[in-house]
């Protein structure tokens, strides 16, 4: 399935959540939609779900707005940080609602993170702690196979090791039912080895759109004396530097750097993670980077 959000503009009252964007996501890819809270990733995932209406500009999939379009619904997946089924009912009636409105509904997928999770079908979801309620809209979403599965902070309340389980069993459905997955998160460092493409917003505008790995060899952090550095980071951007006792470090980013370059000035040299880019990169004042 093709989605592309076209000039998009999502305005809720005197506040624009969306401003001018331009992002398509491609068939069968892993994608980190990141940004600060109030970036407006949350608007742009109910705009593909087909929660809400843009103010201006186009949503589509495979050419068709997802508003109010049964059809078009039935391919695409959101489970949000919460509130996704309603807390009256058992586990297994939770469950059997999704299948019913998913086509490609896995009955196995379910039972096997039913117990990985150990839910019982049994359950009342009133009773369910923060974690478990967490796991269940993990997996509906896994189970669901939706042509696009979109996942919003989906594990609040899970411990790392839930987490990491979390992860592991997103790479094994992407590898065995290929989809477009599209994950929102603050944990970046956790689950960045699984995107072949970051979205980035602030403030309403797409910061920029790559690939993950372009993403990392644009960043070069170095550290040596002061002379060094400013010598090496001359003409560069930098987006975080410190100094100390006459030694100083810098983090470079915006072209594709080269780990030796920085060495032949005499300097060590590394790339950044991707969560130590995101922070500093929607710190800056600098609206787009390409």
């Known amino acids: 399935m093709k989605v592309e959000l076209r000039g998009v503009r999502k305005v809720f009252g005197d506040t624009k959540a969306l401003d001018g964007v331009d992002v398509h996501f491609e068939e069968n890819k892993f994608y980190g939609l990141l940004g600060k809270n109030g970036a407006g ?16 500009g186009e949503v589509l999939l495979d050419g068709e707005a997802p508003f109010n ?6 391919r695409v997946c959101l489970i949000n940080e919460s509130s996704n089924f309603k807390r009256r009912l058992k586990v297994k009636d939770v469950l059997k609602i999704a299948s019913l409105f998913y086509p490609n509904w896995s009955r196995e997928t379910a039972e096997y993170l039913m117990e990985k999770f150990n839910l019982k079908p049994g359950m ?4 369910l702690s923060k974690g478990m ?18 996942f919003d902070e989906p594990y609040i309340g899970l411990d790392a ?34 995107f072949e493409e970051v979205v980035v917003l ?31 980071t ?53 609206e787009k980077y390409a």
């Open 234 to 286: 001359k003409g560069k951007t930098v987006i975080e530097e410190s100094e100390m006792m006459g030694m100083k470090s810098a983090l470079v980013y915006g072209e594709v750097l080269q780990l030796e370059d920085a060495k032949a000035f005499g300097l060590e040299a590394e790339r950044s993670s991707m969560q130590t880019l995101m922070v500093h990169l929607t710190d800056q004042k600098e």
């Open 124 to 127: 009342s979801t009133r009773g």
């Open 41 to 56: 990733k949350t608007t742009l995932m109910q705009l593909l779900a087909g929660h809400t209406l843009p103010t201006a």
């Open 202 to 232: 602030k403030e309403g505008e797409v910061l920029f759109q790559e690939t993950a790995e372009l993403m990392i060899e644009k960043s070069l952090k170095v550290s040596g004396t002061k002379e060094k550095v400013d010598a090496f």
């Open 161 to 194: 090791s839930a987490r990491y389980m979390f992860y592991d069993l997103l790479l094994e459905e992407f590898e065995e039912h290929p989809r477009t997955f599209i994950l929102s998160t603050h944990l970046i460092d956790e689950v960045s080895r699984l």
């Open 69 to 74: 379009n049964r059809d078009a619904l039935k």
């Open 133 to 150: 309620e967490s796991a269940l809209g993990i997996i509906i979403g896994l189970s669901a196979r939706a042509d696009v599965t979109i």
